[in-house]
């Protein structure tokens, strides 16, 4: 039987085609029902209201993303849009391309992850079909703002930091939690917000690129350039994950759109979901 974890997977457009190959190998090979990818996320490259993540500009137009989006649709995937800029005001919110790329997506079956409140309620006056999803961006770790979160949002993403709060958890709607898995930064990192809050001054401004050198561009991050060390503490274990779905969490995700493929994708669908499953059908899955 098909575990119930539903996973949303970075890179929908950025790996269209590498991902839609995974799916159709590995469903066919296990010859299971059901679907291994309940959902993916990403954004057209270049559009204003991206955020989170800083990715290489796409050679192929936002009409062809439209197209990938409905396929995915097509194949009972659902799509979230990253319009997860920390920094819009309400004269954004006027984008010609941002909407029409919004207007030809909107659709029951996919969401919007925001990291901003004016966004949340745009959305829901223009574009109500859409699932609003509430972004790590927001970088809030108390219980107050989850608990706010939750009843304004579809779904909230859980900070990395409290993966394995589970007493905060405990206190809250699991159900509309979801769980990053594969976070690469470092734990309670100083720079989380200046970082995000620079990638959303670079897509608001227009820019595919990065004007000048400095701490943000060197290849790394500014918490790696100032000494501390990437050492996958964030990463959430098979034990881990199992505990969290015992406590109701369905949701997790799977981050990595802004790395090579085979590089950092793969390997976590590798682990997190074709040997869950496998644990899962031979019954190790405790």
């Known amino acids: 039987m098909l575990t119930t974890k539903k996973w949303n997977l970075a890179g929908g457009l950025t790996y269209f085609h590498e991902i839609n190959d995974f799916l159709s190998s590995v469903e066919s090979f296990y010859n299971l029902p059901g679907k291994f990818i309940d959902a993916v996320f990403d954004s057209h490259a270049g559009l204003p209201w991206n955020g989170g993540r800083f990715v290489d500009p796409f050679h192929f137009t936002v009409e062809e993303s439209v197209r990938r989006i409905r396929a995915y649709n097509e194949r009972g995937i659902r799509f979230n849009i990253t319009f997860s800029n920390r920094l819009l005001t309400k004269e954004d919110l006027a984008h ?89 930064c470092v734990a309670n990192c100083p720079f989380r917000t200046e970082h995000s809050t620079y990638i959303s001054e670079i897509a608001l401004a227009n820019r595919t690129y990065f004007m000048y050198d400095n701490e943000h561009t060197r290849g790394s991050c500014l918490a790696v350039e100032r000494g501390y060390r990437r050492n996958k503490e964030l990463v959430v274990t098979p034990q881990e994950l199992n505990r969290l779905h015992k406590m109701g969490i369905t949701q997790f995700k799977i981050q990595g759109r802004e790395h090579p493929f085979d590089a950092a994708i793969y390997p976590a669908l590798r682990e997190y979901t074709i040997k869950d499953t496998i644990r899962t059908i031979c019954g190790t899955n405790r």
């Open 96 to 184: 010609e391309d941002c909407n029409w790329f919004l207007s030809q997506c909107h659709s029951s079956m996919n969401g919007v992850i925001v990291a901003s409140d004016i966004l949340r309620q745009y959305l829901r006056s223009c574009y109500p079909k859409y699932r609003v999803i509430a972004s790590i961006g927001f970088d809030r770790t108390d219980l107050e703002y989850y608990r706010e979160a939750q009843k304004l949002y579809d779904t909230v993403v859980l900070h990395p930091d409290l993966n394995r709060d589970y007493d905060l958890i405990k206190h809250l709607d699991a159900s509309r939690l979801e769980v990053l898995v594969n976070e690469f």
